[in-house]
T-cell receptor, first 113, second 111 residues
Framework: GAGVSQTPSNKVTEKGKYVELRCDPI?????LYWYRQSLGQGPEFLIY????????DSGLPNDRFFAVRPEGSVSTLKIQRTERGDSAVYLC???????????FGQGTRLTVV | KQEVTQIPAALSVPEGENLVLNCSFT??????LQWFRQDPGKGLTSLLL?????REQTSGRLNASLDKSSGRSTLYIAASQPGDSATYLC??????????FGTGTRLTVIP
C-alpha cells in the first residue's frame, strides 16, 4: 500500500476484554515497530520486528501484551485482560532498514472503560 | 538507556519568524536521527532523516543539524507560517534498532 495502515482507528472496550490491533506496513518494509502514546507524551517503544521475528520486545509493559508478524508483513498487537491504564493511542511504523526513514500509521485510539 | 530531551516544551511565535527547536540525547552511539511532525489526534509525519555520518539535512524551509559527539540536534524553521503549528518530535535510532522519542515541542505560529 501507499502508507502504513492501522485498523481500527478507534476501539472502545470494556475492562477485562481482549483486543487486537492490526498494522499493515508499507510493502517491502522489513522493519516494523509498535509504539504507545499517551496524551502529551512522546511515543513509547513497545516492540520491534525484523521480518517475522521479534528482534526486541523489551518495551512490552507486561505479559498481557503480545505481538505477532507471522508472514513478515501484517502485524497484530494483542492485549489480554485490558485495563483502564492501557488506554492510549497505539502507533505502528515501518521502515526498509535501520538507515531509512520510519513511516507511521495514523494510530489506533484504544479506550478501556 | 537512551534518553531524548526536547526544549522548549512549548513555543509561540508570530508568523514570519525564524525559529529553532532543540533535541538532545544521552547516548551518542546512534545510527540516525529523525524529526517528525504530529498534528492533534493524528499520526507522525516524517520531516527529515539525518544519518549519523551527516551534519545536516534540508527540506524546503526546514533545516536539521546533527552534532553526534555532543548529543544534539536542532530543527530550524524559516519564515514560520500558521500551518507549521503542530508538535515536533525528534527520535534517535540506537543500536537496538528502535527509535527513542523525545516528548516533543508544541509549536504555535500566530497569524
Amino acid at each position: 500500500g501507499a502508507g502504513v495502515s492501522q485498523t481500527p482507528s478507534n476501539k472502545v472496550t470494556e475492562k477485562g476484554k481482549y483486543v487486537e490491533l492490526r498494522c499493515d506496513p508499507i510493502s517491502g518494509h522489513t522493519a516494523l515497530y509498535w509504539y504507545r502514546q499517551s496524551l502529551g507524551q512522546g511515543p513509547e517503544f513497545l516492540i520491534y520486528f525484523q521480518g517475522t521475528g521479534a528482534a526486541d520486545d523489551s518495551g512490552l509493559p507486561n505479559d498481557r501484551f503480545f505481538a505477532v508478524r507471522p508472514e513478515g508483513s501484517v502485524s497484530t498487537l494483542k492485549i489480554q485482560r485490558t485495563e483502564r491504564g492501557d488506554s492510549a493511542v497505539y502507533l505502528c511504523a515501518s521502515s526498509g532498514d535501520r538507515n531509512t526513514e520510519a513511516f507511521f500509521g495514523q494510530g489506533t485510539r484504544l479506550t478501556v472503560v | 538507556k537512551q534518553e531524548v530531551t526536547q526544549i522548549p516544551a512549548a513555543l509561540s511565535v508570530p508568523e514570519g519568524e525564524n525559529l529553532v527547536l532543540n533535541c538532545s540525547f544521552t547516548d551518542s552511539a546512534i545510527y540516525n536521527l529523525q524529526w517528525f511532525r504530529q498534528d492533534p489526534g493524528k499520526g507522525l509525519t516524517s520531516l527529515l532523516l539525518i544519518q549519523s555520518s551527516q551534519r545536516e539535512q534540508t527540506s524546503g524551509r526546514l533545516n536539521a543539524s546533527l552534532d553526534k559527539s555532543s548529543g544534539r540536534s536542532t530543527l530550524y524553521i524559516a519564515a514560520s507560517q500558521p500551518g507549521d503549528s503542530a508538535t515536533y518530535l525528534c527520535a534517535v535510532m540506537g543500536g537496538a534498532n528502535n527509535l527513542f522519542f523525545g516528548t516533543g515541542t508544541r509549536l504555535t505560529v500566530i497569524p
